[in-house]
C-alpha cells in the first residue's frame, strides 16, 4: 500500500518560517505534490517535486529527497491568510495521487 | 483558467433519498475526474476515478452500487449517493485535469456538504 505521514497540527508566529514534513511509503515513486486547502473550501495545487533538492516559488518553497523517502514545505514570512491545511501527496505509478492526512497549520500574531 | 464548480454546495436530506451532486470543468474538457470524501480535519479519501465515456474505476471499500458515478460528457460528471444514510455525511469535493494537465496536479471543486438526517 502507500501512505504518507505528516504532522496533523503546526503552530507558527506572522512573519516567521516554517516547514511542514512529509514522509512516505509508496510503490513506483515518481513525485511529490503539495496543496493549501482553507476551511471549507478547495485543495488547490501549490508545487511539485520530482527531483531531489529545492524548489522556489515566491514564499513557498518545496523540498523532496528520494532516498530518504522525505520531503518538506517550506514557507517564509508567514501571513495570517496561510493558516490553512496542508496536505502532501505522492504520485506513483499509474494510480491517481494518494493524499496525507494533512497539516493544519495556525499562524498566529 | 481550470475552473471546477460543484453544485449543490450544500443539501439535506432524509434517510433513504438520493442525492445527485454535479461536477463540471467550466473552461477545459476534463477527461478524467475524481470524487473524493473528505471528513473533518481529515484527509481527501479517493471513491473513484472516471474516465469520459467509460465506467468509473472505484476504490477498495468503496460500494459502487451505492455511489453511482457517470461521467457522460467532457465537462461534467455526476455522483449520486443512493438510499442515503446518516453515515453518507460527509464533504464530497471532485476534482479534474484534462490531458495536457501533468497527473501530480488536480483542479478541485469547491465541494459539496451532504447532510443525511
Known amino acids: 500500500g502507500q501512505s504518507l505521514e505528516q504532522p496533523s497540527e503546526v503552530t507558527a508566529v506572522e512573519g516567521a518560517i516554517v516547514q511542514i514534513n512529509c514522509t512516505y511509503q509508496?510503490?513506483?515513486?515518481?513525485?511529490l505534490s503539495w496543496y493549501q486547502q482553507h476551511d471549507g473550501g478547495a485543495p488547490t495545487f501549490l508545487s511539485y517535486?520530482?527531483?531531489?533538492g529545492l524548489e522556489e516559488t515566491g514564499r513557498f518553497s518545496s523540498f523532496l529527497s528520494r532516498s530518504d523517502s522525505y520531503g518538506y514545505l517550506l514557507l517564509q514570512e508567514l501571513q495570517m491568510k496561510d493558516s490553512a491545511s496542508y496536505f502532501c501527496a505522492a504520485l506513483s505509478g499509474n494510480t491517481p495521487l494518494v493524499f496525507g492526512k494533512g497539516t493544519r497549520l495556525s499562524v498566529i500574531a | 483558467g481550470a475552473v471546477v464548480s460543484q453544485h449543490p454546495s450544500w443539501v439535506i436530506c432524509k434517510s433513504g433519498t438520493s442525492v445527485k451532486i454535479e461536477c463540471r470543468s467550466l473552461d477545459f474538457q476534463a477527461t478524467t475526474m475524481f470524487w473524493y470524501r473528505q471528513f473533518p480535519k481529515q484527509s481527501l479519501m479517493l471513491m473513484a476515478t472516471?474516465?469520459?465515456?467509460?465506467?468509473?474505476?472505484?476504490e477498495q471499500g468503496v460500494e459502487k452500487d451505492k455511489f453511482l458515478i457517470n461521467h457522460a460528457s467532457l465537462t461534467l460528471s455526476t455522483l449520486t449517493v443512493t438510499s442515503a444514510h446518516p453515515e453518507d455525511s460527509s464533504f464530497y469535493i471532485c476534482s479534474a485535469r484534462d490531458r495536457g494537465t501533468p497527473a501530480y496536479e488536480q483542479y478541485f471543486g469547491p465541494g459539496t456538504r451532504l447532510t443525511v438526517t
Open positions: 472516471s474516465n469520459e465515456g467509460s465506467k468509473a474505476t472505484y
Open positions: 509508496t510503490s513506483g515513486f515518481y513525485g
Open positions: 517535486n520530482a527531483l531531489d
